[in-house]
């Protein structure tokens, strides 16, 4: 019985002491794990990385037919009249480069699509096929989509297709297709396939009257979209949320509406008259570190508010200057509902002039925002974190050749950023020649990722900041976990720096009840 005892008692010992050097190794690893820190390319990026250069170009955009006789006959019903089809926006994901073809003019069989990158076999001019098939991009189907210009693709692989349900819109002609104006959600990683249809309301996004144009996704509280309506009659911010199911619109004249100094363009010889109202739109970032708490010096500064606010910045096209909103308000249909336009007014921010007009813009997720100059042949970049002076808005490129209107574009998961160059302004001004190159993807490696990348607010997806606090099972289809208490994911995040992280702690805690038990029955022995 004695000999049973001390080797129970050795036993014991040994526990105590292997459970101490488990929990010391996990306390240590959860220490040193970094945190909070945003996903960045591996590879280095050098100076010749950094330059923008053409990886492809197109004199015509021409579709992966199953055969020329198909192509034929396409060409020969007019389902295919090549000087009419024009790409405008591009996202990269996996292999693949998909871009939007918009039906301005009859004769595009598809308008959204995609082709294999980066070489695609050697090929700079390669054919798009049309995405997800040819059957979903058939013209008068409504079932279907019928004119995409912008899309976005989240942190989940799902690609948010915008399909304003008009088509022909550069034609004043009467054989054009209306339908109702909806957003798909694809699922990237099953080829396309939909997990989402949603037709916006008439009081929303009016069929046959709008011009849904560009789209930003925020993975707030289950999926956010804001999406630039330029339309003549009714120019705004459409907002829609994911998990309510449901849309509405922001609207401000001042600043969503052309100003009339910029509605002249003149471009490599090309004079314009355009009065297009909001176009371009980003989600800025959501930490500021140059944000200084007012309220309590020792107070960590992620802990202010306002450190968790992001911005959406946009501009109308006619339009020499950049503004914003915030995300919170565009996010509260409430809000929304009851605003005065002053109200509205009085929360957006002006940041000043630009050197010249912009058609799209993107932030990454470091908190820069390139947009393009369009009188200037360029593409600037600006240190949202910085004031929005000439000195801090960079021209990163310029040439007269080879950047004519500067449209879409889309980080991959290199660091490598993707820019439509389209030459609208010939397209709309029927200048298109033939024989001379007309559409470019440029390509230039910035060290920084999307802005779907940036780094979780830890506010996003807990209960406490729900709508109505319950749990959305449907979002488990896109990885987004709510069930983490509050103090845990702060605590997670390296909020409060000056203590263990929540998992360390949680370890000292299994290692002092085992304490208590093991001296316990070593007292016993």
Known sequence: MAARGQRNCLAAVMIFLCVRELSTQEATSTEQAPVLGPPTPSSPTTQSDRQFRVVYEWNMMDFAYASEDERAQAL????????????????????????????????????????????NNGRTDPEIEPFPSWQMNKRGNCSALQFVQGIAIDKFGIMWVVDSGRTETLHRGTNHVTCPPKLLLLDLKRNGTVVWRYEFPEDVVPAGMNYLNKIVVDDAFGGFAYITDNSGGDPGIVVYSRRLNR???????????????????????????FS???DGIALGPFYNPHIQNDIDPHVDPLLANQN???????????????YSLPASLLRDPEFVAKASPRDILESVTDYGRKMSQTDGMIMDNQGELYYGLLGEHAIARWDSYLPFTPKNQIVVAKDKTHIQWVDGRGFDHEGYLYVVVNRLHNFVAGKLNSNEVNFRILRAKTGALSY????????????????????????????????TPISSRLETAGVFSSKRSGAAQMSASVFSMAVLALVAKLLAC
């Open 308 to 322: 968790y606010e992001r911005n959406v910045y946009y501009s109308p096209l006619s339009s020499y200057h950049l």
């Open 247 to 273: 849309s509405w619109k922001v609207r401000e004249n001042n600043s969503m509406r052309a100003a009339q100094n910029a509605v002249r363009f003149g471009i490599n010889g090309t004079e314009l008259n």
């Open 76 to 119: 020969y019903r007019g389902e295919y009249v090549p000087r009419n089809v024009i790409i405008s926006d591009c996202k990269p994901y996996a292999n693949r480069l998909y871009v939007t073809i918009p039906r301005m003019l009859a004769g595009v069989p598809a308008t959204l699509g995609y082709f294999v990158r980066p070489d």
């Open 452 to 483: 779907v990348d940036t780094p979780d607010n830890v506010f996003n997806n807990d209960l406490k900041y729900r709508y109505d606090g319950e749990v959305d099972n449907s979002l488990l289809n896109y990885g987004i976990s709510s069930t």
């Open 276 to 278: 297009i109202h909001i």
